[in-house]
């Protein structure tokens, strides 16, 4: 069972929830995802990435018809949610990208508590954890605290540059046999694609 759970800390738009999804799907075809974004972002991120799971289950944060409703106000709610979708499942992937909205409604303790709770929660299941800050989105200090639960920490960087955006990853911790610590990203639209040898390294990690 690995427990080299991964956050990935990104600059505002698709490109840090998509790298999740391809890394999270690549680890293993089942695939739970608490999301904040917009279900017209979700379905593109699937399309983009030809993605067809044996299970897949999708908690959002509105009320949507094929989505699972993840109520933000009531942690226990989706502690609840987390638990259903996950039982009887020993192989999977946890993508949270709500976390951002979750500490702006519940603050930094309450959010650290679920998150080490959660975490405890899959890893008994061999499940792993995959999750996205969004840079901006909460003062710097609760970034530092939520980021000390994670074994792997990503930075996706995206800076204007000549009249195009320039995309690349910054390796807050050591990765095993990787000696460089920044690499450079690339988009197909909603699809996110970094350095190949990166990708094998941290799925081989995360399985």
């Not at 999740?20 to 690549?26: K, P």
């Not at 226990?76 to 996950?86: D, F, H, L, P, V």
Request: proline share 4%; with cysteine.
């Amino acid at each position: 069972m690995s427990d080299a759970d991964l956050l990935v800390i990104a600059d505002p738009g698709v490109e840090g929830s998509s790298l999740l999804f391809d890394l999270a799907t690549s680890v293993s075809d089942n695939v739970i995802w608490l999301a904040s974004e917009p279900a017209f972002t979700i379905k593109n991120i699937i399309f983009s990435h030809d993605y067809s799971p044996d299970k897949f289950t999708i908690f959002t944060t509105k009320q949507i018809e094929g989505f699972h409703f993840a109520n933000l106000m009531n942690l226990n709610e989706i502690s609840i949610g987390i638990s259903k979708a996950t039982s009887g499942l020993k192989d999977f992937s946890m993508i949270i990208t709500l976390l951002p909205e979750l500490l702006l409604i519940h603050g930094l303790e309450k959010t650290y508590m679920f998150m080490l709770n959660t975490m405890w929660k899959i890893h008994n299941q061999n499940g792993r954890i995959f999750c996205l800050l969004t840079r901006g989105a909460q003062p710097e200090r609760d970034e530092i605290i939520v980021g000390r639960l994670f074994a792997i920490a990503l930075k996706l960087i995206r800076r204007f540059s000549e009249k195009a955006f320039e995309r690349y990853i910054l390796l807050e911790t050591p990765v095993e046999s990787v000696k460089e610590d920044v690499f450079p990203v690339s988009t197909e639209g909603y699809k996110t694609v970094i350095p190949p040898a990166l990708k094998h390294k941290l799925v081989e990690i995360m399985k």
